[in-house]
């Protein structure tokens, strides 16, 4: 595999040549990791009831989330397009905002019950409201419930496809909906949400207004590496100033997606720190050194790393969870 057709970010290649586990994750690039969702995927998509959300905002601050409903409440468009609904919740629209701000976003589905296997899907997201979604594709289920009716629907386009091997997914059951006790899914009744479970309305009138940290990495945004165009291009994950984002409620119909390809990127390890400023956008100035500075610094911590026995190599290891460890 060609290096500047390696999928990920620069960082896990980085870390990977200093733990010495490059030749291992070229295996799972080559063998796992598609740009579409195939016949397998798109079948284990159809009959999910969760998954876990990843966004994170223009500065790169990252949100986590959980999602859920009834099976097939993710809708597989065609092999390079899924898509789920926003159901009325708090009103705060983390997800939806960060999206509207940075389209990069991370699915991962884990099927805790049948399979014991997980997804990863990661890539662009726009965000459709649900009149307009149903316009182009009205086939989509309708729920009678309040709680449980699409709002808006995020579609996404899928850059990366592929597995969360079976290893450390505990195997679940589920309760019969006798035994589940009084929650409903898709209620609004407060109490039966939750409520203030962890007593941070109690804590209201006694605590200061919250205010965000002061971002003291801002430099680090951006600047660290270059794509193929030449234009500066955030950490993984992060947004990227340089590019305008896809707007949050496109007006019109989206458009048949072509397939993505994965940037590549060139590797990070070799110069000097002098070397890499000079090869940062602004390298002469101070962000560029201080960018420079920061590779440096991870490379040090990297290179006092070795790489460790897996757990399950050890003579007294007894499995992931043996209760005799509880």
């Known amino acids: 595999m060609p290096q500047g057709e390696r999928p990920g970010s620069d960082g896990e290649h980085l870390v990977q040549q200093r733990l ?27 009959r999910q009831e969760m998954f876990f959300l990843s966004t994170a905002d223009r500065h790169g601050e990252c949100d986590a989330t959980f999602r859920a409903g ?13 898509t789920y609904p926003e159901y009325r919740g708090n009103g705060v629209m983390a997800s939806v905002g960060n999206i509207s701000e940075n389209p990069r976003l991370g699915i991962l589905m884990v099927d805790f019950t049948r399979d014991r296997i997980g997804l990863h899907v990661n890539g662009r997201a726009r965000v459709v409201m649900d009149e307009e979604m149903r316009a ?23 850059e990366e496809a592929y597995i969360h091997c079976a290893k450390h ?29 962890f007593g941070a309305a109690a804590e209201a009138s006694d605590r200061a207004p919250f ?6 990495n801002e430099h680090l945004r951006g600047g660290l590496h270059e794509d193929t165009q030449g234009e500066a291009s955030a950490p993984h994950g992060a947004g990227n100033g340089s590019r305008t984002p896809s707007p949050p409620f496109p007006s019109s119909s989206p458009s048949p997606h072509s397939s993505p390809s994965l940037p590549s990127r060139p590797s ?59």
């Open 20 to 46: 010495g586990t490059t030749e291992r994750a070229d295996r799972f690039y080559r063998e796992q990791v598609l740009d579409h969702l195939n016949a397998r995927m798109q079948e284990f998509v159809a």
């Open 70 to 82: 009834p099976p097939g409440f993710v809708q597989v468009l065609d092999a390079r397009t899924l």
């Open 136 to 158: 182009g594709h009205p086939g989509l289920p309708v729920d009678p419930i309040p709680g449980r009716r699409a709002q808006l629907w995020v579609m996404v386009e899928v």
């Open 169 to 197: 997914i505990p195997h679940l059951q589920k309760v019969p909906p006798q035994q589940r006790g009084a929650r409903a899914w898709g209620t609004d009744d407060v109490k039966r949400k939750g409520g203030d479970f």
């Open 211 to 216: 205010r965000r940290p002061e971002r003291k």
């Open 268 to 326: 990070l390890t070799g110069p000097s720190s002098s070397a890499r400023a000079a090869a940062v956008p602004g390298g002469d100035d101070f962000v560029g050194e201080l960018n420079a500075e920061f590779l440096d610094r991870v490379e040090r911590v990297l290179a006092r790393a070795q790489p460790r026995r897996a757990a399950e190599d050890e003579p007294e290891f007894r499995g992931w969870f043996d209760r005799r460890d509880v």
